[in-house]
């Protein structure tokens, strides 16, 4: 019997999946999709080990918080509505798209109310002269809950909204939304303003991995090897390699000691250092009398041991050494 998959969930449609996809392939996972375009069943050549599903960002958040994915790419302001997110779900890495703030938005029309402590002040008067309390519509229950009461406001109720937040104050639906924005303009297009310290989360998607999950060694194995990739990619596009002639790797080695604590890295070939350091490490060797010095852009840079999937197999309790065996 063939041992069982590590299962990675994916979006299955929209701009994420795409992102998600040109995400992959620049690291060298690219996908492969099973029945077609419209299939929900993928997997990724490199790592034949894995088994991909093709589903919609609340689903794959549901998975990793119940254990029925192992791993998922998943947008943290989903995350973060799961109460126990932290105790069920490891964040790994942001990986740079599906960006999006969540936040209370109020009427562009309240002149006086611009923070979440004028917003408390409206609230306490709006139930003296009505009898009731502000609605406030949203998806995001848990996140609103935990916002409004650390600056306490407590003097309003929320609405559910199954439907475009945005519109619920102008259909009389709601005073207030707590909504993700990217830009703010449908905020703006349904006359609502952000309120100044009104930002709850600055979301994006993360690669994730599922605490509650049942984990083996040969599939934190698997996941090892996919964090391993990730992160070598990520550090190749942020770095380049400096290199100078080997009879002068002393000279060099003294030259660039400085750098090594602001994230450059030894390598056999001489120096792999941040992009933004490049040209001070030039001109350090240069100092030195060290050349010629070339700089190359890695492909990848991988490192002997990841933090990362160290950090995984701590909080899985596996025994990572065993997992690769």
């Known amino acids: 019997m063939?041992?069982?998959?590590?299962?990675?969930?994916?979006?299955?449609?929209?701009?994420?999946?795409?992102?998600?996809?040109?995400w992959l392939a620049d690291c060298g996972l690219a996908l492969e999709t099973e029945?077609?375009?419209?299939?929900?069943?993928?997997?990724i050549q490199a790592l034949p080990e894995a088994r991909v599903l093709l589903l919609s960002s609340a689903d794959i958040a549901v998975g990793l918080d119940s254990g029925e994915l192992h791993m998922g790419v998943c947008g943290e302001d989903l995350l973060r509505e799961r109460e126990a997110v932290d105790a069920h779900v490891l964040l790994l890495r942001a990986l740079g798209f599906g960006h999006a703030d969540l936040v209370v938005a109020a009427p562009a029309s309240w002149i006086d109310v611009d923070t979440m402590a004028d917003l408390e002040e409206v609230a306490a008067a709006f139930v003296a002269r009505t009898g009731r309390r502000m609605r406030v519509a949203t998806k995001y229950m848990s996140q609103t809950r935990a916002f409004f009461a650390d600056h306490g406001v407590v003097?309003?109720?929320?609405?559910?909204?199954?439907?475009?937040?945005?519109?619920?104050?102008?259909?009389?639906?709601?005073?207030?939304?707590?909504?993700?924005?990217t830009t703010g303009a449908t905020l703006a297009a349904n006359g609502l303003k952000v309120l100044e310290d009104g930002l709850i989360l600055e979301s994006q998607a993360q690669l994730c991995a599922s605490l509650a999950a049942d984990w083996t060694p040969a599939q934190l194995a698997v996941a090892t090897r996919l964090i391993d990739v990730v992160e070598a990619r990520?550090?190749?596009?942020?770095?380049?390699?400096?290199?100078?002639?080997?009879?002068?790797?002393?000279?060099?080695?003294?030259a660039t000691e400085s750098f090594l604590a602001l994230g450059a890295s030894r390598r056999a070939q001489g120096l792999l250092a941040p992009a933004g350091?490049?040209?001070?490490?030039?001109?350090?060797l240069a100092r030195a009398g060290v050349g010629p010095v070339s700089i190359v852009r890695p492909d990848f840079a991988f490192e002997p041991r990841s933090a990362t999937a160290a950090r995984l197999s701590d909080r899985l309790k596996l025994d990572d050494h065993a997992a690769g065996d």
Do not use: N
Request: hydrophobic residues 45%.
């Open 155 to 181: 003097d309003y109720r929320i609405v559910e909204s199954s439907g475009a937040t945005e519109g619920a104050p102008s259909a009389g639906q709601a005073e207030l939304i707590v909504d993700i924005t």
């Open 234 to 254: 990520a550090r190749a596009l942020g770095a380049a390699l400096v290199s100078w002639p080997p009879e002068q790797a002393e000279a060099a080695d003294a």
């Open 2 to 22: 063939s041992a069982a998959p590590l299962t990675i969930g994916l979006f299955s449609k929209g701009r994420l999946k795409e992102q998600a996809e040109a």
């Open 35 to 43: 029945g077609g375009e419209r299939g929900y069943v993928a997997s």
């Open 277 to 284: 350091d490049l040209f001070a490490v030039a001109a350090a």
